[in-house]
Each structure stands twice: as C-alpha cells, then as structure tokens.
C-alpha cells in the first residue's frame, strides 16, 4: 500500500515535469472543438487562455454539426491512428464506442475527479481508466414564449396535451395577426442522434422505458412508448412544421430565436443565444422541465453533455492533458455557463450566485439536470450508436406517417434483438 502510494506520486512528479519541459519547449495542441451555437467562439476563448498562460499553442480543428456526423468522423480518425488531434470533445453516450481511443487522465487530474458530478466521472471510466473530464453537462429543456402566453392568458404547460392545444392557439393567433410562417413547437425531428434524445424524453414522460433497461433487456415495445410516439406525431403538420422532420437543434433555434415559435425543445445553450444581441425574443424566454406524459406522467429530460479527452495517439499527452485540466477547471467552466449558458459538472457552482445571475433556469431547474434520464449507452457498449439509429429510424418513420407506432415498435424488437445477437458486449 504504502509502496503504491509513493510511487504514485513520484509517476505524479514526473508527469508534473514532463508537463513543465514541454510547456517550456512549446508544442502545439489540436482540440476538436464543436460548432454548434456558440461551441466554436468559446471553446477558442478557452483554449486561447490556456496558452497564453502555458506558452503553448493550441491549433482548433473544425468539427460537423451533427452528433452522428462527429462520431463518424472520429471513428475514421482514431481507426487510422492519426497523430493530428490531440485533444477531443466527447459525447456523453461513447465512451463505450471509443473510450479505448483515449489515455487515461487520473495521473493528471489532481484529483479533480471528485469535485463533478460522479455519475459522470463514472460514465467517463471504462476499464478503470479516466477516458475523460466532464466538460458541460445537458438536459433537454422546454422553452417558451413568456410574452406570448401572456397575451393569450396561457400557463407554462404542465402535459405534452396542453403543451399542443397552446401551440396550436397561439399558433393560429398569431397566424392571423399576420405572421404567415409562425408555428406552435419545434424540436430536433431528423433522423440522428438528436431524435433519440427528443423521442426518448416523450417516452419516459410516459413511463415507457428507456428502450433498454438497466439489466439489458430490450423494452421499447410497450403500449406507453407507442402512445407517446403517436402523440408526437399528431403534432407534425398541426402545431410543428413539416420541416421539422429535417431540424437539428441549431434549426429548431433559428425559428424560435427569430421570433417564429412559441415553444422550442431544446438544450440549455439556446437560453444564452436567445437572450442575446440580435435575438428577436431577448428577454421574452421562459424555460421549464419538459412537459408530463399526461396527468399521471412524470417531467423528463433526456441527460447529453461533452467531455474532453486526450488521445492514446497524440504526440504530446502532458501538454494535452494540461490543456484539459484548464478547460474543464472551475473558472472555466463557471465563465462558460455565464457567457454561454452551458451547465457546468460541478455541483459546487449550481450555487455560484453569478452563475445563477446568468441562468436563473439552472437552480430552478437543478433536479432536471440531476435526474436527466440517460440514453441506453453504458448498457449496450459498443453497439450504442446501432441501437440508437435503429430507434431514431423507427421514430422518424411514426412521425412521417410511415408507420404507426405499435407496428413499428414491435419491429424494431425484433431488429434491436439482432443487433444484440447474445449479448451487448
Ligand atoms: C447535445 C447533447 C448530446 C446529444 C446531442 C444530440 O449536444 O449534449 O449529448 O447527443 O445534443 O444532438
């Protein structure tokens, strides 16, 4: 015991020192950074920092949109073993597709593992190692138009129905007083990774599932799940536009932000955006859990986030760490949820009062973050992204009136117990 302890802190030391050599003969570090909403400006602000105080320099490398987009592009990069990206943004729901792409971070972290949230830290841990440091965390969230519900003498909605009758009474008022493209909801319906998220929340509101439950069994096929899905569909063409069936959450936010929509689906960076120069609706944005699957439903929101983490390939592991380290430090991520609204995964500034100041939604709101509903990826591994594209497939096909749920759920039983062949793993 004894004997593990100092080593640990003489391999500590010398990682310390490695660190300082390298910043003393400055490399370059490549981050991935994102680019949706605001991803790009302030993951550069950070980094930025980071090397003017480190001596190093950081190289940002552009990514898609698109969740599904991303991991596509990782999986070409990692399966080649590229050297040219060190540092990675990472979805919540990989690491168990890529984790083992990425170095352990415990040797550098100081310990700062314990000051997030740990069912992240534990989400981030494959085979014992730290594959990564949580970033900002997500939880979908219902936005609306305070000023709007005003004037028609409407409440927060408290169920998917009242959501959809208020949508469709603003929506016609507002139609009739001239604005000819308005519509009720928006949301993130194409076919990727973000129809999961939005599709999963309906369904849990319901009480139907997680389309895999914990101990692995397949359980999407359920009357509740059906119901949902059958309700989001009767929106399309009614309250939401057709279009929507093609809205990523960055098109969802242009019709909303623009002064389009009364109620937008959608997570907490648009809160930032919306309420900033240039928003049509600064100002008019009230924000609350997503609506209850009926009256005997429960509020839901589906738990997404990014982490960092380094590369088992980079040249320069220590520096990249480093860069890590910074990013994911307390003044960094209590300066991003204040200039850009992301949740921080520190527990301790939900109770920062600039924070708060800034986001009045994340204290209000705190047991929707801590109790967001996790996507099926710790349980189905490596087969995550198949499970999810199958689910996503089947749901975009209810909502275009392809398929009627019932149907479509019991196929997709039947395709996900293919993808699962005898196990998850
Ligand atoms: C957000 C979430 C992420 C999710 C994605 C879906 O970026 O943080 O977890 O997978 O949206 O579009």
């Known amino acids: 015991m004894k004997l593990s302890k100092s080593f640990r802190t003489l391999a500590l030391a010398t990682a310390a ?6 910043a003393a003969r400055a490399v370059t570090v490549s981050i991935m950074c994102g680019t949706v909403g605001q991803d790009q400006t302030q993951c550069k602000t950070g980094a930025d920092a980071w090397a003017k105080k480190t001596g190093n320099t950081v190289k940002i490398v552009s990514i898609p949109t698109s969740t599904t987009d991303i991991l596509a592009l990782y999986q070409q990069i990692l399966g080649a073993h590229s050297t040219d990206v060190d540092v990675f943004t990472l979805d919540v729901i990989w690491p168990g597709i890529i984790g083992q792409d990425f170095i352990d971070l415990a040797p550098y972290s100081k310990g700062a593992e314990k000051d997030h949230f740990p ?17 900002f965390t997500d939880a979908g969230l219902l936005f609306y138009r305070k000023d709007l519900l005003a004037k028609y003498k409407l409440q927060p909605p408290a169920t998917w129905a009242q959501m959809a009758s208020e949508a469709a009474t603003i ?6 007083a001239g604005n000819a493209k308005f519509q009720g909801f928006v949301f993130q319906g194409k076919a990727y990774e973000g129809l999961t998220c939005d599709a999963l929340e309906w369904i849990d509101s319901y009480g139907g599932g997680h389309i895999v439950n914990k101990a692995g069994h ?3 096929n359920n009357p509740k799940a059906a119901a949902a899905l059958t309700e989001a569909a009767s929106w399309i063409g009614k309250i939401a536009p057709e279009g929507v069936l093609n809205y990523a959450e960055e098109d969802a936010r242009g019709v909303f932000q623009s002064g389009n929509a009364a109620f937008m689906r959608n997570w907490p960076y648009a809160w930032s955006l919306g309420n900033g120069k240039g928003s049509a609706i600064a100002g008019k944005i009230g924000v609350e859990a997503l609506p209850k699957g009926g009256d005997s439903g429960k509020n839901t929101g589906t738990l997404g986030g990014w982490q960092l983490g380094v ?7 220590a520096a990249a760490a480093s860069l890590v380290m910074y990013l994911t430090s307390a003044a960094e991520e209590k300066r991003r949820a204040i200039e850009g609204s992301y949740n921080p995964t520190r527990p301790a500034l939900y109770k920062d009062p600039d924070v708060l100041k800034a986001n009045p939604f994340m204290g209000q709101l705190l047991s929707t973050f801590t109790n967001a509903v996790a996507r099926p990826s710790l349980e189905t591994g490596s087969k995550y992204n198949q499970v999810s594209t199958a689910f996503w497939n089947t749901v975009h096909d209810v909502l275009s009136g392809k398929t009627k749920a019932d149907v479509a759920l019991a196929s997709l039983q039947g395709e996900l117990k293919r993808i699962r062949k005898a196990s998850w793993k």
Not at 17 to 22: E, N
Not at 119 to 135: E, Q
Not at 171 to 176: I, S, V
């Open 17 to 22: 020192t490695f660190g300082l050599s390298l």
């Open 119 to 135: 069912a992240i830290i534990a989400n981030n841990t494959v085979d014992g190692h730290l594959i990564a440091m949580p970033w």
């Open 171 to 176: 929506q016609a008022g507002e139609r009739k």
């Open 218 to 220: 397949i359980t999407i």
């Open 311 to 317: 590369s088992k390939y980079s040249k320069n592991p």
